[in-house]
């Protein structure tokens, strides 16, 4: 793998522009192509039956999204729990939206409510699934972005605190999507029983370390302290309506009672405003944030996680495979085993070179001695031969000198015959 | 930003519906721009030419701006790429712009090499941000994307055609980059020079299938200004940051004896247009075709070659569990493949070795019996050679004592002879002795 060049990561300097550059058009560059790609947004809502969901969705989007054609879940019997999406295309001021509502009936319906929130869970992730393979082919192309964005949980207008399920649904669910919280059919209630209702919820979130969704800080103190005020007003409770009714001469969605008419966008009669306003106009885009670079990337680290680490439980050594991609996992891994057979190579390259020159130094050992031995016999044999020849010199010196003496005795003998005979005939003798 | 930028809408299976009133989601897109404003954008180009076109002083009057650098020589033995990060603000845009240059292109004698450096260093930055995108843990929100969004490529004011050198390098750039080809230092040809001039790039550049970078005509807002702009393509550019007094302004400008090239004005040469392309109106368009494409075919060159496909044989698609645990059980099957070809070898080394070794030793042995025999027969012909010596002695002494002993007898016999005569001679002492 190419390492990254240090010249890429190097020193930022600042720079000071002397005149019209035109970057500052970028952010209509931006606009503008956003504008043409077009939006999208799923949107979740869970609660129990008959707490106003559809029709919140209806009040919140001004449009009549489960209506005859396309009736709603509420109206149709659930035995199980449900996951049921409906996809609407709305457009406003050229912007064109692709809506995604995902209802879930049959919630907290049963009298055993035991893992109704499974399906809910294999919801959101099998749309992440979707994402992670669609974005893990080869071939690329359209992804279309079908993951859980936001999820509005609806609980009962009780007074009292959260139920069981309320609080066990949140904590399972808040590390995967954006919880908001919101306390339905929010005109059952006085603005005092509101105030403690709220309260209560918040110390029980906070008790069970619930993460709901938070808004993020901005740089901008308005919209701080805007962001601090609506947080004040958390979990927010809403009144939906599908129904326009004539107040002062203003058409306006609201509830007709006998005592009055609790209209949804009065800011002082429920918190319907806040969360139009948050949800859509304001923190559409960072709900996609938040989903895309939180829970998805919790849920795809997980999921290579746990393919390439295959449930490692020496974790200090997957906490260093965490930084790597699964491939550079596997180069590593490759590059660790090259490294284990080179060593093991050298290991036994020196075990046989050493055995080898064992070897090797023994032959020659006995090779010099039988060498050796050979020399000193040679020597031997040798020295042997020399004393022969020596005493075969002086065999021969003592041969000749013997053999010299006697020719001489014979010499001698001879002149002595020769003077014997000489004598007698001289007459000498008688 | 880059992977929700990808995500496109499915039109399929969503049903249009009225909006009875103003839902406030039209704010979309400037939630969107705000977030990215508070982001920062990032940019990176890359200038490509050789020597003395003027690049570096074309990047300080693109940008207004005075970069690093000094001139460099001609004399660098090859192609260097030098990069410099900076971070300019144009009202409440914050850029980090990333100019990177060739140092040395098109110096050497033997140029065949030039174009390797680029190529390298463009593929360096996709496998970076590959790495990043891969990785189990990754952040790719805060990465700091060095991949290269622009080529600038500069074309030397010949006025004749493109050098084969121009033609090679950007034809093995037009996949990985969108190239911007430029007329560098157009003041040198003249005007009726420079139509022809453009007409004979802009056909070769065809001829040769180079593909440069087309602004986009899609988007109806600037579809017309884009496709006018095609047609002036190459610009011709002139750059300085030198300042001239024309009537009562200061103008950048080139001053001649004969006149005064102005760099911003359009009839003396196409640097607005450049600007206006480049920055005004394309960047983003720049980014998200390297993200898209360029981008995306090195990710898929890669990936096929690391032997990732999408579907198995039977054509059902691989979700990415199957993909990597497959992958990663043919590795592991390919190590211990490796390990176990290792250990054969070395036992068959083993073998050899102890053969030919056996084979020494016994040669060693074979030696040293025949030296043995030829010992042996040395011995006996010493042993041979010893009992004919003694015989010969025994021999001799025999002889010699059966001589003495005739010798003694004669001597005895002699000596009585000689007794005798001595005593004839003593009785006859008129026996003539000598």
């Known amino acids: ?430 | 930003m880059a992977a929700t930028e990808i995500a496109r809408q499915a039109g399929e299976g969503a049903r249009a519906v009225p909006l009875a009133g103003h839902v406030g989601f039209d704010s979309m897109p400037d939630q969107l721009v705000n977030k990215s404003v508070n982001h920062g954008f990032c940019f990176n180009i890359l200038c490509v030419g050789e020597t003395g076109l003027g690049k570096s002083t074309l990047m300080d009057t693109l940008f207004n701006t005075k970069f690093e650098g000094e001139p460099t020589q001609h004399n660098q033995p090859g192609v260097q790429l030098k990069s410099n990060t900076y971070e300019l603000q144009e009202s409440n845009v914050r850029l980090k712009l990333t100019v990177v240059n060739t140092v040395g292109f098109g110096d050497q004698i033997n140029k065949e090499d030039s174009y390797k450096s680029i190529v390298e260093f463009i593929d360096t930055q996709f496998e970076a941000y590959l790495q990043e995108e891969l990785k189990i843990k990754r952040t790719l929100h805060s990465y700091h994307d060095t991949r290269i969004h622009a080529c600038l490529y500069f074309i030397a004011p010949t006025g004749h055609s493109l050098k084969s050198l121009d033609l090679v390098t950007m034809k093995k750039l037009d996949s990985k980059v969108n190239i911007i080809p430029i007329i560098a230092k157009s003041d040198a040809i003249s005007k009726s020079e420079l139509t022809k001039f453009k007409i004979k790039i802009t056909s070769e550049l065809v001829s040769n299938g180079v593909q440069i970078y087309q602004f986009p005509t899609d988007d109806e807002t600037v579809a017309e200004i884009n496709s006018t702009m095609n047609g002036h393509l190459p610009f011709a550019v002139v750059g300085s940051t030198e300042e001239v007094k024309i009537g009562n302004k200061m103008v950048k400008a080139r001053q001649y004896p004969w006149g005064t090239v102005q760099v911003e004005n359009e009839s003396h040469c196409d640097f607005v247009k450049l600007r206006e392309m480049l920055i005004r109106v394309n960047m983003e368009d720049l980014r998200e075709q390297t993200h898209t494409r360029h981008y995306e075919l090195y990710r898929r060159c890669k990936l096929e070659e690391m032997g990732f496909k999408d579907t198995d044989p039977d054509c059902k698609p691989f979700s990415l569990q199957e993909t990597y645990e497959a992958k990663r059980n043919e590795f592991m099957g390919d190590l211990q493949k490796k390990e176990e070809e290792m250990r054969q070898m070395f036992v068959q080394r083993v073998k050899e070795k102890e053969a030919e070794l056996k084979e020494a030793e016994k040669e060693l042995h074979e030696k040293f019996d025949r030296l043995k025999k030829l010992h042996q027969d040395e011995k006996k012909k010493l042993e041979d050679k010893k009992k004919s010596l003694d015989d010969e002695l025994n021999g001799f002494k025999q002889k010699k004592t059966a001589a003495e002993l005739l010798q003694s007898q004669a001597q005895q016999a002699g000596g009585s002879t000689t007794l005798k005569r001595d005593k004839e001679r003593k009785n006859n002492p008129w026996l003539c002795t000598e």
């Open chain 1, 1 to 430: 793998m190419i390492e990254r060049p240090e010249s890429a990561v190097a020193s930022i300097a600042q720079r000071n522009l002397e005149g019209y550059v035109g970057f500052a058009n970028l952010p209509n560059q931006v606009y503008r192509k956003s504008v043409k790609r077009g939006f999208e947004f799923t949107l979740m809502v869970v609660g129990e039956s008959g707490l106003g969901k559809s029709t919140l969705i209806n009040s919140l989007f001004l449009t009549d999204l489960y209506s005859k054609d396309y009736p709603g879940p509420s109206l149709r019997i659930k035995k199980t729990v449900q996951v049921e999406q409906s996809k609407v295309l709305v457009k406003e001021g050229g912007v064109q939206l692709t809506l995604t509502i995902v209802d879930t009936p049959g919630f907290g319906d049963a009298v055993d409510n035991s893992n109704c929130w499974q399906p809910v869970i294999n919801y959101i992730d099998s749309k992440c699934e979707d994402f992670l393979n669609a974005e893990s082919r080869v071939n690329r192309r359209l992804m279309p972005d079908n993951r859980v964005h936001c999820c509005l949980y609806f609980i009962a207008p009780s007074g009292h605190g959260l139920k069981p399920l309320d609080v066990e649904f949140m904590k399972r669910l808040h590390d995967k999507v954006n919880v908001i919280p919101l306390i339905a059919k929010a005109d059952t209630l006085t603005p005092e029983e509101c105030q403690l209702f709220k309260k209560q919820i918040m110390k029980e979130i906070q008790e069970h370390k619930i993460q709901i969704y938070e808004f993020p800080d901005t740089e901008d103190d308005e919209d701080s302290k805007l962001i601090r005020k609506i947080k004040e007003q958390m979990p927010l409770a809403v009144v939906g309506s599908n129904v326009v009714i004539e107040v002062n001469g203003k058409k306006v969605r609201g509830r007709q009672y006998p005592w009055g008419v609790a209209e949804v966008e009065n800011g002082e009669h429920c918190d319907f405003t806040v969360l139009r306003n948050m949800l859509i106009r304001t923190h559409m885009q960072d709900l996609k944030d938040v989903t895309n670079n939180v829970h998805y990337e919790n849920y795809r680290s997980r999921k290579l996680a746990a393919v390439t680490c295959n449930g490692g439980v020496d974790t200090s050594k997957t906490k260093n495979q965490m930084t790597r991609s699964p491939l550079a996992q596997m180069e590593e891994e490759r590059r660790e085993h090259v490294m284990k057979m080179k060593k093991m190579e050298t290991e036994m390259e020196q075990v046989f070179e050493m055995k080898v020159k064992e070897k090797k130094q023994k032959l020659k050992d006995s090779e010099a001695e039988l060498e050796r031995r050979h020399e000193q016999m040679k020597k031997n044999l040798e020295a042997q031969y020399k004393e022969l020849e020596e005493k075969k010199r002086h065999h021969e010196e003592e041969k000749s000198n013997w053999e010299a003496q006697q020719r001489i005795l014979e010499q001698q003998k001879l002149e002595a015959s020769k003077t014997m005979e000489k004598n007698k005939k001289k007459g000498k003798i008688f």
